[in-house]
């Protein structure tokens, strides 16, 4: 039975690496999880072209590295890329769950095809964010308005509207982001975006985010495997 845990998260740009070593890593560390962002790698591209072929190198890299290793991924359902396994079928469903389900059985499908001597079965942990980051920010309306600053009641509709964060959708005018860039046109998701989710806190997150929570719940429990 191992006292820890040592956790690599693949992650697509510098929001994702900063939210996870500003605000998610330090509440892991008490449940002996050492969770580590890594920016997915490839010369000459940075964040926003998430294609399965540049991150497939990753996830075979780390899970070869150090066998005593998890290797999770972090990234945006709206970056996917269209080489993704079941990518397809997974934005034929109709909610954020099923989405989310379809892709991870297909990618978690794919790697163990790929790099099945390394055990993925017990050491991937794929997840994708329904449908971007900025959706955890949608988790507490009231600080994500005097934050903005934004009219609290234009965000609770949109919540009404789409039934929950990670149910937001995607479109190019209607995704998270682009609703807090209309909201707010100063907002920068480097800085605006990881200064709210310091104020909304990982508790409050994971409770208004189920998706979200179930990531956490599984990585936590890596800490006592």
């Known amino acids: 039975m191992s006292s820890h845990a040592v ?5 697509e740009g510098i929001t994702e690496q ?30 926003g072209d998430v294609k399965f072929e540049r991150v497939k190198n990753d996830i075979g890299d780390h899970l070869k ?20 396994p079941e990518i397809d079928e997974a934005r034929r469903q109709n909610s954020a769950a099923l989405k989310a389900e379809k892709f991870k059985f297909g990618v978690k499908n794919e790697v163990q095809k790929l790099f099945g001597d390394y055990y993925p079965e017990k050491r991937f942990i794929p997840y994708v964010s329904m ?26 509709k949109i919540l009404k509207d789409c039934g929950e964060p990670e149910s937001i959708n995607d479109s190019f005018q209607t995704a998270p982001s682009k609703r807090l860039e209309t ?43």
Not at 65 to 84: A, E, H, N
Request: glycine share 8%.
């Open 65 to 84: 590295q150090r066998q005593d290793t998890f290797v999770t991924l972090f990234l945006d359902f709206y970056g996917i890329k269209g080489d993704w």
């Open 7 to 11: 956790v690599i998260a693949l992650v």
């Open 183 to 225: 909201l707010c046109g100063r907002y920068k998701k480097t800085t605006t975006g990881i200064a709210i989710a310091e104020k909304i806190g990982i508790a409050k997150m994971r409770q208004a985010c189920p998706l979200f929570g179930a990531w956490l719940d599984k990585i936590e429990k890596l800490g006592v495997a």
């Open 131 to 156: 449908h971007e980051f900025e959706a955890l920010l949608f988790s507490d309306p009231a600080i994500l308005a005097a934050q903005l600053p934004a009219n609290e009641s234009v965000i609770e």
């Open 18 to 47: 900063r939210f996870i070593n500003q605000i998610l890593a330090p509440v892991l560390y008490p449940r002996n999880i050492y969770l580590s962002p890594v920016v997915i790698s490839k010369p000459g591209q940075k964040g």
